[in-house]
Nanobody, 122 residues
Framework: QVQLVESGGGLVQAGGSLRLSCVAS????????MGWFRQAPGKEREFVAA????????RYADSVKGRFTISRDNAKNTVYLQMSSLKSEDTAVYYC???????????????WGQGTQVTVSS
């Protein structure tokens, strides 16, 4: 069974940084792209960042470009999201997900983690 477990969320002041981690269990990481999405209260889930299997390609939502960095360690079955210069509008539950496609579309992702809360205080 595929399991994705996020960690690293928390409360941080505006301008601060956090690093989220997502560990995939079993033979569920090899050959797949990974993505991060977020959902704020009352809003739809939105794309944040994606990384290809070989980590040669990354893509970001315009709202986080230049502030967030996605990376992965395939030996550890882990994908990361380094978040810097955080703003109050970054407050959301952040989810990692797995896809057979290097995509920004949530519909292309087949397995999701349970989410980790990030709260940015202004």
């Amino acid at each position: 069974q595929v399991q994705l477990v996020e960690s690293g969320g928390g409360l941080v002041q505006a301008g601060g940084s956090l690093r989220l981690s997502c560990v995939a269990s079993g033979r569920t990481f090899s050959g797949y792209a990974m993505g991060w999405f977020r959902q704020a209260p009352g809003k739809e889930r939105e794309f944040v960042a994606a990384i290809s299997w070989g980590a040669g390609r990354t893509r970001y939502a315009d709202s986080v470009k230049g502030r967030f960095t996605i990376s992965r360690d395939n030996a550890k079955n882990t994908v990361y999201l380094q978040m810097s210069s955080l703003k109050s509008e970054d407050t959301a539950v952040y989810y990692c997900a797995r896809s057979s496609y290097y995509s920004a579309s949530a519909s292309q992702y087949d397995y999701w983690g349970q989410g980790t809360q990030v709260t940015v205080s202004s």
